[in-house]
Structures are given as structure tokens and as C-alpha cells.
């Protein structure tokens, strides 16, 4: 199975919107509605930011937010703040019951 | 809380076998999650290794299905990776994960396991 595509970097300044892509196919990310993002600092652990889509869990920033369409899932920042910087990683459960991640998004708040 | 602890040697020799484990406490291995490893080679980004429920048959990727063994310890509360004929392309920080509800959380601190003779 291929990775998920993930741009290579994004960046926004503070106080703005960014958004994050991650494109699949109908055998992953379009077939079904198990789709997470994950937020990686340097040197820590990843992170659960966003899972099934758009369920945010407890703890984390309303500033985060997601979506899907087709084969495209989205992660939304808004209000972007300096310890927003981070790598971003999506994930999607496929049809053949294993799990794919993107390459990854570096966000740098400039 | 439920935190995760990995543990093993931190150098494997090329066509070695990697062996790791992941203490869990604050839940019950025997809990309906499936216990996950996750890996990060150095600089890159983070591939899905394989997952197990406590009973049952493991799931792996495709591409690491013919060298990887998951399995669980219920009696010591912890889960286990070994993969087999390792070269530098596992040298990698290795991570252990409770999934479940279709998301990973929380993730153990990762241990990173460099294979070098």
C-alpha cells in the first residue's frame, strides 16, 4: 500500500488559518471515515489531534479541526499560535484491515 | 491514565532479529484495544508496523508481514515485537500504541533501535 500524500510544508503567520491536505483512494482514505491526524514536536512522541474525521478528543485546541471530501481529508488550524509549529501526519484505516499514514507536513508559524 | 513503556536493546546486529516490549499500565492488556507498533526512521516519517488484539491474529503491513511477530503477554500486562532479518533500513525510533476506536492514543516515548554491526 502507498503512503497517503501529504504536502511537504505549509506555514502562516500568527492569528491566521492554515490548512493541511492528505490525499488517498477509494481502498483508504475515500472508503471509509477512519481518518486521524497526529501533531509530532521535535524529538516527542506523536500526538492525537483529530480522529474519525472530525472528532476532536478532549484536551485538545478548538483551533483544530477536520474534514473530508472524496478522497481528500483536510486538518484546519485557525488562530495559528507559535506552539502550533509542528509535523503534522495523517492516517487512514484501508480496506485490507491495516493502517496507511501521509508522509508528513512540517507547519512553521513564521 | 493509560501510559505505555517500550523496552529492548537499543543496537542489533544486521540480519539480527529486533526484539521490544511494551509494558502498559493504567489498562488491561486483555481490554478491547488492539496494541500497536509504530516506527520513525530517523529524519523521516511514521510507518504502521503491525497491531494485535489480546485474542486473536495479529494484522501487519504487507511490507514487514514475512519478518514481524506481535504478540501479547497477559500475564504481565505488556505486548512484543521481533522482527526478523533486520538491516539499516530498521534502524528506526520504535513506538508502542494503544489503538482502539479507530485512532492511536496515547503512544509510549519511543526507543530507538539503530542495527549496525
Known amino acids: 500500500q502507498s503512503a497517503l500524500t501529504q504536502p511537504a510544508s505549509v506555514s502562516g503567520s500568527p492569528g491566521q488559518s492554515i490548512t493541511i491536505s492528505c490525499t488517498g483512494t477509494?481502498?483508504?482514505?475515500?472508503?471509509?471515515?477512519?481518518v486521524a491526524w497526529y501533531q509530532q514536536h521535535p524529538g516527542k512522541a506523536p500526538k492525537l489531534m483529530i480522529y474519525?474525521?472530525?472528532n476532536r478528543p478532549s484536551g485538545v485546541s478548538h483551533r483544530f479541526s477536520g474534514s473530508k471530501s472524496g478522497n481528500t481529508a483536510s486538518l484546519t488550524v485557525s488562530g495559528l499560535q507559535a506552539e502550533d509549529e509542528a509535523d503534522y501526519y495523517c492516517?487512514?484505516?484501508?480496506?485490507?484491515?491495516?493502517?496507511?499514514f501521509g508522509g508528513g507536513t512540517r507547519l512553521t508559524v513564521l | 491514565q493509560v501510559q505505555l513503556q517500550e523496552s529492548g536493546p537499543g543496537l542489533v546486529k544486521p540480519s539480527g532479529t529486533l526484539s521490544l516490549t511494551c509494558a502498559v499500565s493504567?489498562?488491561?492488556?486483555?481490554?478491547?484495544?488492539?496494541w500497536t507498533w509504530v516506527r520513525q526512521p530517523p529524519g523521516k516519517g511514521l510507518e504502521w508496523i503491525g497491531e494485535?488484539?489480546?485474542?486473536?491474529?495479529?494484522n501487519s503491513s504487507p511490507s514487514l508481514k514475512s519478518r514481524v511477530t506481535i504478540s501479547v503477554d497477559t500475564s504481565k500486562n505488556q505486548f512484543s515485537l521481533q522482527l526478523s532479518s533486520v538491516t539499516d533500513a530498521d534502524t528506526a525510533v520504535y513506538y508502542c500504541?494503544?489503538?482502539?476506536?479507530?485512532?492511536?492514543?496515547?503512544w509510549g516515548q519511543g526507543t530507538l533501535v539503530i542495527v549496525s554491526s
Open positions: 500504541v494503544k489503538g482502539g476506536g479507530w485512532r492511536f492514543d496515547p
Open positions: 493504567g489498562a488491561s492488556i486483555s481490554s478491547n484495544n488492539w
Open positions: 494485535m488484539y489480546h485474542s486473536g491474529s495479529p
Open positions: 477509494t481502498s483508504d482514505l475515500g472508503g471509509q471515515d477512519h
Open positions: 474519525d474525521v472530525t
Open positions: 492516517t487512514s484505516y484501508t480496506s485490507t484491515s491495516t493502517w496507511v
